[in-house]
């Protein structure tokens, strides 16, 4: 079953697993919420639903494709982030865009991730919305970004956006006593943080 590692927003575990079962996918995405969410694990996920060559139940994990996406050899999906922690260069925006003209060797789709989309440089931007704009038929790009304001506009508007919310305070508690974890410690934790749940 898809995303059933990963708790919490369960709306957007709907609509992803509904434009995978309906052969209704996009050609991007616009992943948005706080830094730390699962934003990535989702994607991740995603982008293995995407390239599983199986028709039905996808990813099930065995096929060719989930084989290689699981041992980090998929030649049909690249993750880009900031090259040097800091920002996301027009160099590794061409890259990506060689290996998209690419035809897909083990897939019928090709998938990019691109983490923290805001840090890209506004060569990169540019040169990135080039692909946005036109992009092959098989390609899937998933942008993650937790200041989606830092976009240009002319890339929100090519991207379909799914906001991720925080975990609530039952939903980890749940998960903790589901697991056998230590939900006094964690608990104790959450309540002298000053962050919201």
Known sequence: MAFEEIIGNEK????LQ???ESSNL??????????????????????KMILCMQEQ???????????????E????????????????????IRFLQEKIAEKPVTSNKKV???VDS????????????????????YAVLILLTSNESKLLTTIRSRCTK???????????????????????FTLNMLQSSNRKY
């Open 12 to 15: 957007n575990k709907e609509l």
């Open 18 to 20: 509904k434009g995978i």
């Open 26 to 47: 996009l050609h991007s995405y616009l992943f948005v919420g706080e830094d730390g969410i699962g934003k990535k694990l989702f994607a991740r996920e995603f982008a």
């Open 57 to 71: 139940n996808k990813p099930c994990n065995n096929c060719k494709s989930c084989n290689q996406f699981i041992g």
């Open 73 to 92: 050899s998929h030649p049909d999906f690249m993750q880009i982030e900031p090259e040097d922690g800091k920002s996301i260069k027009i160099e590794q």
């Open 112 to 114: 990019y991730i691109i």
């Open 118 to 137: 805001q840090t890209m440089t506004r060569e990169a931007a540019n040169a990135l919305l080039k692909t946005l704009e036109e992009p092959p038929e």
């Open 162 to 184: 799914i906001h991720f919310k925080i975990l609530s305070q039952p939903q980890i508690l749940s998960y903790l006593k589901e697991n056998n974890l230590d939900t006094n």
